[in-house]
C-alpha cells in the first residue's frame, strides 16, 4: 500500500467518526485571517490534534484546527491554520489537510495567504486575486506512486484557479468598492524572506506576489479536481522593492490591518459561490 495514502485514509477515518458536517467550500485561512472563524455560524469544531497522524503546525500564532459552519447558508470547512513546508513537514503532509477536506465533500477551494508584492504598481495592504502560480521551487506533492483514487498520474494544469469563481471575487470585490489587484503567486520554501536578488528571479520569471505556501495546495486540490480561487493579501512590498528591511511584524500588522476588508471580501464572495 501507498503509506501517503494510507495516512490520509486513517486521518478520513478518524475525522469522519467526530463529525457529520459535509461542506461545500473549503476556506484555508492565511496570516491576518486567522479569527475570520470566529465570525461565522460554527457548528463543529475539530482541533488538529484530535485527528489521528494528521500533522500539526508549530508556527506561533497559528491556531491549528477545522471549523465546519455556515458563511449565511453555504456549508464550510474552515482551515484555521495551515502546517508549511518550511516547518519540515514532508510536502505530502502539508496537502494532507486540503485532501482530507475534499474528501469531507467540499468541491470548492478558497485560498488565502500573506505575500510579498512584486508586481507593478502594488502596494502593502492590496488585496490581489490569485490568476496562475509558479510552484516549482518546492516538490510536487504529487511525487511518489500515483493516488489513483484522487486523481489522474499526468494533470492538466491549464487552469488551476477557475474563471468562474474569478469572475465570482472580482464582481464581489466591485460591488464591495474593494481594489482587487490581480496576479501571479510564486511559492518559494522559506522560512527566510528573499534576497533582492530572488525577488528579481521572481519577477522575471512573471510572479507578482511571492509568498511560502498556497502553490502546493492548488497542485493538490487540481490533481482531485476541485474548483480553485486564492486571494493573497499583499502584507509587504517583497525585499528589494520595500525600502527597508522585512520582518514578520510587519507582515503581520499589515494582515492585521487589512483584515476586516479581506474578510468583507471573503464572505461576499462565498456567498456567491454558493449560488452558482
Ligand atoms: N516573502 C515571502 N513570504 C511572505 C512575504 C514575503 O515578502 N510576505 C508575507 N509572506
Given amino acids: ?51 489521528e497522524g494528521f500533522p500539526v503546525s508549530t508556527v506561533p500564532g497559528h491556531k491549528g484546527r477545522f471549523v465546519f459552519g455556515y458563511v449565511q447558508d453555504v456549508p464550510v470547512v474552515i482551515m484555521q491554520g495551515r502546517v508549511h513546508y518550511y516547518e519540515g513537514y514532508e ?14 465533500g467540499a468541491e470548492t477551494l478558497f485560498l488565502t495567504n500573506a505575500a510579498g508584492g512584486i508586481g507593478e504598481g502594488f502596494q502593502a495592504g492590496d488585496l490581489m486575486l490569485i490568476t496562475g502560480q509558479i510552484a516549482n521551487f518546492v516538490p510536487s506533492p504529487l511525487i511518489g506512486p500515483n493516488m489513483d483514487e484522487l486523481g489522474v498520474r499526468f494533470p492538466d494544469m491549464s487552469e488551476i484557479y477557475d ?10 470585490a466591485k460591488d464591495l468598492e474593494i481594489l482587487l489587484r490581480e496576479g501571479v ?4 520554501t522559506g522560512p527566510n524572506y528573499e ?58 500588522e499589515t494582515a492585521d490591518r487589512v ?10 464572495s462565498i456567498v456567491r459561490i454558493g449560488k452558482l
Fill in 1 to 51: 500500500m501507498n503509506p501517503v495514502y494510507d495516512k490520509l485514509m486513517k486521518c478520513y477515518e478518524s475525522l469522519k467518526e467526530k463529525i457529520h458536517f459535509r461542506p461545500e467550500v473549503a476556506l484555508v485561512l492565511g496570516s491576518g485571517l486567522g479569527d475570520y472563524a470566529d465570525g461565522i455560524q460554527v457548528e463543529e469544531v475539530l482541533d488538529y490534534s484530535q485527528i
Fill in 163 to 172: 474563471e468562474d469563481l474569478r469572475t465570482v471575487i472580482r464582481g464581489a
Fill in 91 to 104: 510536502i505530502s503532509d502539508v496537502v494532507l489537510p486540503i485532501r482530507l477536506m475534499k474528501l469531507m
Fill in 259 to 268: 483584515a476586516p476588508l479581506f474578510k468583507q471580501l471573503v464572505t461576499e
Fill in 185 to 188: 503567486y510564486i511559492q518559494l
Fill in 195 to 252: 534576497s533582492p536578488q530572488e525577488v528579481q528571479m521572481c519577477k522575471i520569471l512573471g510572479a507578482d506576489a511571492v509568498g511560502m505556501s498556497t502553490a502546493c495546495e492548488a497542485v493538490a486540490a487540481n490533481h482531485m479536481g476541485m474548483k480553485i480561487c486564492g486571494i493573497s493579501c499583499i502584507s509587504n512590498l517583497a525585499c528589494g522593492i520595500a525600502e527597508h528591511p522585512l520582518s514578520h511584524k510587519e507582515v503581520q
